[in-house]
C-alpha cells in the first residue's frame, strides 16, 4: 500500500511536483489504464484544496464516456464539442473556465461546480480522453493547476495502456 506524502505548506508548483512523482510512484510496473486513472482521480481528490469533483471520461466510438473518478455523480456520455470536457477534446487543448455559468453550453453534473479545468489525454497524436477537474470556487484554477495537471496528464498516457480502453 502507497502512503501519500503530505502537500501542506508547498507552493502549488512545489505540490504538483511532489504529486507527479506520488503517481509515478503509484503507476511504476502498472499499465492498466482504469487502475491507474481510478488511483489519479483518488490521489488529486484528496490533495488538491477546494476541487468537489476529479474525474476521466474516455473517448469511445466518438463520444466522450465516463470513467474513474471522486465526487457525485456524473453525466455518463459527452458528445466531441458539449461542454468544457467536449470542447477540450474537440481543441485536443486544455480548457481553463473561471466561470461555469458564462460558458456557453456548460454541461452541469453539479450544480455546486463554479469553475473548471479539462485537460485532454494525447498520446501518440490520438486523443484517449480527458482528466476534468471542478471547483465550488469561481476561478479556482490556474496556469500552475494547467501546467501541473497536463505534466500529470502526460504521466498517465505514458505510464499506462490507455489505448485500450478509447476507440
Given at each position: 500500500m502507497h502512503q501519500?506524502?503530505?502537500?501542506?505548506?508547498?507552493?502549488?508548483?512545489?505540490?504538483?511536483?511532489?504529486?507527479h512523482a506520488q503517481l509515478a510512484s503509484l503507476f511504476a510496473g502498472e499499465r492498466n489504464g482504469i487502475a491507474n486513472s481510478a488511483n489519479a482521480a483518488a490521489v488529486l481528490f484528496h490533495a488538491l484544496p477546494d476541487v468537489n469533483w476529479v474525474g476521466f471520461y474516455f473517448l469511445q466510438d466518438g463520444e466522450l464516456v465516463l470513467g474513474p473518478f471522486q465526487g457525485k455523480v456524473a453525466c455518463v456520455r459527452i458528445r466531441l464539442g458539449a461542454g468544457v470536457c467536449g470542447t477540450a477534446a474537440l481543441r485536443r487543448e486544455t480548457v481553463v473556465v473561471p466561470d461555469?455559468?458564462?460558458?456557453?453550453?456548460?454541461?452541469a453534473c453539479d450544480a455546486a461546480s463554479r469553475s473548471e479545468i479539462v485537460v485532454p489525454l494525447i498520446g501518440a497524436g490520438r486523443l484517449w480522453g480527458v482528466l476534468d477537474l471542478d471547483s465550488p470556487s469561481p476561478s479556482r484554477f490556474d496556469r500552475e493547476d494547467r501546467e501541473g495537471l497536463e505534466a500529470i496528464a502526460a504521466l498517465l498516457v505514458?505510464?499506462?495502456d490507455l489505448d485500450r480502453f478509447a476507440t
Open positions: 501519500l506524502d503530505s502537500l501542506s505548506g508547498l507552493s502549488k508548483s512545489a505540490a504538483y511536483s511532489a504529486l461555469v455559468h458564462a460558458f456557453a453550453g456548460h454541461i505514458n505510464a499506462s
